[in-house]
């Protein structure tokens, strides 16, 4: 079994065709698919999601890039959806100064109050981190001691970064540019992790690994980013799908979700 350990299925090109894209990854022996909340209401949608089909997970989160609009009316919506028991993880969080979409002083304030509802919640995060390596880290070492758990999503440092959240007990997460030949740092990281800390994503529908390059990429395609990552360990894919699958369910507790039922329909019941 493989899991897509994080996917945007609330993004439009999944969401029309999702119990399509459900079964193609079924066929491909991707049997969950943790969906990620980028907003208030992405995180909304990614939890009725999660409430209609039993293979999904779904996390809170409030992306950088749309930190500008982050009032406190919209920080207390997130709270109240974090605490719904169904909730896998807080995220995606983090700093981007690569796009900017959102300037540099609301996406640091966003990030420091994303990590004081995860600590106050105990919920494992799940950090972005865009051309901002310096600023993430020293923020969430201020957090770290408080912090039950965290995710580097699409991990981009390299190796001596990579030790430094590993040393933390932090999980890295691989996504489909590891099949790129020019991925040496993403490639030397998941050649030199142990394996046990290793999480597979697509990042879906974007980050397609190379054989659909130019495609919309979907949790079926996990599948390549696990057999590259084999290859590069010289080890069986049987062998990564089983430990990356462990990964996941101790990453994100997966088996104590399973045992707490369904997302609360009131705190995500869709708009009127």
Known sequence: MLIDS????????????????????????VKKVVTIGVTPASSRKCMEIAARYPEVYATVGYHPHWAKGAGPERLTEIETLARDPAVAALG???????????????????????????????????????????????????????????????FSGNWDLARKYLDWGFFLSIPGPVTYSSSH???EVAQKAPLDRI????????????????????????????????????????????????????????????????????????EP
Do not use: W
């Open 92 to 154: 995606e969080i983090g700093l981007d100064f690569h796009h900017f979409h959102s300037p540099r002083k609301p996406q640091l304030e966003l990030f420091r109050n994303m990590l004081e509802i995860a600590s106050t919640l105990g919920l494992p995060v799940i950090i972005h981190d865009r051309k901002a390596h310096e600023e993430v880290y020293d923020i969430l070492f201020e957090f770290r001691a408080r912090l039950t758990g965290g995710i580097m999503h699409c």
């Open 199 to 270: 999480l597979l994503e697509t990042d879906a529908p974007y980050l397609t690994p190379a054989p659909h390059r130019g495609k919309k990429n979907e949790p079926a395609f996990v599948r390549y980013t696990a057999m590259e990552i084999a290859r590069i360990r010289n080890t069986s894919l049987e062998k990564i799908a089983r430990v990356t699958t462990e990964n996941v369910f101790n990453a994100f507790r997966i088996q104590e979700l399973e045992t707490r039922g369904g997302p609360d329909p009131e705190t995500h019941r869709p």
């Open 185 to 187: 740092d993403l490639r």
């Open 6 to 29: 994080h996917a945007h299925l609330d993004e439009p090109y999944l969401r029309d065709n999702l119990s399509a894209v459900l079964e193609r990854a079924r066929l491909e022996d």
